[in-house]
């Protein structure tokens, strides 16, 4: 099994800057992925960085990864109303060798961006 322990969030003025992490712990043979998707309340969630990032934080979000600690950043500069959510941590591990892998998420953390 795997944890995800997500932290940095809270409330931050427009135009200002946060950085999230994200560690990864348990049991496992090896994290294949992580990034990050958001939540806006009465919207779907989506993705903002991962393989590639979302089209409205391009430019602005940057995703950064740790593997030897197996943890996973975004700093979010420029921040805008629109940003605010609860992002949540997602991570891809295999927990053998010869399994499929296995999707998980973080509890969430909320980000408040006031204008």
């Known amino acids: 099994q795997v944890q995800l322990v997500e932290s940095g969030g809270g409330l931050v003025q427009a135009g200002g800057s946060l950085r999230l992490s994200c560690a990864a712990s348990?049991?496992?043979?090896?994290?294949?992925?992580m990034g990050w998707y958001r939540q806006a309340p009465g919207k779907e969630r989506e993705l903002v960085a991962g393989?590639?990032?979302?089209?409205s934080v391009k430019g602005r979000f940057t995703m950064s990864r740790d593997n030897a600690k197996n943890t996973v950043y975004l700093q979010m500069n420029s921040l805008k109303p629109e940003d605010t959510a609860v992002y949540y941590c997602a991570a891809e591990a295999l927990l053998d060798g010869d399994g499929s892998p296995v999707d998980y998420w973080g509890q969430g953390t909320q980000v408040t961006v006031s204008s």
């Open positions: 348990g049991s496992f043979f090896s994290i294949i992925g």
């Open positions: 393989a590639e990032y979302g089209d």
